[in-house]
Nanobody, 113 residues
């Protein structure tokens, strides 16, 4: 029943921006932390950002200062604003809820010139 659906990925040039969305069904985000992870081919999965129910945020060092995670509880959606994208940001991006270990299907972000 719990399902997360990511969207907003695509092809973007270096220095460009994308906003990813993670819409939840079967649960509300209000009371749970939500995180974005990413995994590139040949790389291990890494934490990108996390937001708590109270709105506190944490970021991976590689994206700090460039990415912003936010939430709209009324829409039951979590966002990841990605600015100043780099080649190394190319990956499949997943949203997930640590409690329950629920994951979305992922959305591909490709940074290429």
């Amino acid at each position: 029943q719990v399902q997360f659906v990511e969207s907003g990925g695509g092809l973007v040039q270096p220095g460009g921006s994308l906003r990813l969305s993670c819409a939840a069904s079967g649960t509300f985000f209000d009371n749970y932390a939500v995180a974005w992870y990413r995994q590139a081919p040949g790389n291990q999965r890494e934490l990108v950002a996390l937001i708590t129910p109270g709105g506190n945020t944490n970021y991976g060092n590689s994206v700090k200062g460039r990415f912003t995670i936010s939430r709209d509880n009324a829409k039951n959606t979590v966002y990841l604003q990605m600015n100043n994208l780099r080649f190394e940001d190319t990956a499949v991006y997943y949203c997930m809820r640590p409690v329950g270990n629920y994951w979305g299907q992922g959305t591909q972000v490709t940074v290429s010139s």
